[in-house]
């Protein structure tokens, strides 16, 4: 499918007032939450007030480019939340659907409180009953293997537990406050169809326009940093071999898959829905399924499997 992935430096609120009335099917975005951050040529340190308003100008520019079954996710902290629900909920009127809270296990210490540990997301809708939300794309497998149960897994919940983008990680760039891939393709996956149009008016190192190239969304990046917008042309253009991040659940096995074709059938599955974006991660799925499989899979003759997704996994994963 061809995609269109559109950079643009410039300020969010004066690039948003060129952007059509309800052109963008979804907006998933991470604005500065003004905690001094250095983000190069812009501090991230306006007065409390002045942020509020530079937050209602943004989010009311944001609103009027979703289309009428649009969503809208904005990371926020703890400082601000609030007043952006408020701004969302009582401003401008759009409909709340989710709190999520980003869990990471590691992060600051704190000697005289409690160490911070998530950021959160809200998930707004600009109608109440109208919009997308493809749950089978973003489901997690269960624990058992049940009969009853739908085999594309559960509800990922409202707690998303993503690592930092640790400077270890392959994928770090040289961005003070890159986010997790994994976060970006669940709300792109759940809240948009392939060929739309997705935006991320505070794009930074390009998070959300690398995963709509790998979802196949079109997508509008904005950032007033030209170091970041290049950094985001350069991320685009390397060989993807996975996302960056995936929730561990993703890779779980469940237990009692004791009839071989349902097992065999599951197993192939789990690689399609789960796996797909994460070629990198059926290696360990794998492994579980030796750990907890092999004996009954040599009885049953479908130890072939274990080849199947051997080392030619990409190939598997995207087919
Ligand atoms: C929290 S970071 C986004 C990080 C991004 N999600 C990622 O994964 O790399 C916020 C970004 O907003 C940009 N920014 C700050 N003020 C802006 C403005 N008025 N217009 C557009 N971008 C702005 C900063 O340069 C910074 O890259």
Partial sequence: MDKELKTICGD??????????????????????????????NQDKLKFDEYLDFSRQWLTEAKRVLTDDGTMYVFMGMRYISYIYTILEQDLGMTFNSWITWYYTQGIGKTKGFSPRHDDILMFTKNPKKFVFHLDDVRVPQKYYRSVNNMRGANPGNVWEFSHMHYCNKNRKQHPTQKPEGLFERMILASSDPGDTVLDPFVGSGTALRVCQQTDRNGIGIDINPDYIDMTKERLSEKFDGFDSIDERMKRVPNDLNDPQIREEYIKNHVKWFLKNHPDAIGEFMQEVRDKYEPKMKESGQMSLFDLYGPELATVANS
Wanted: charged share 30%.
């Fill in 12 to 41: 969010a609120i004066e690039e948003l007032k060129k952007i059509p009335d309800k052109s963008i099917r979804l907006i998933a975005t991470d604005p500065p939450y003004n905690l001094n951050k250095n983000y190069g040529n």
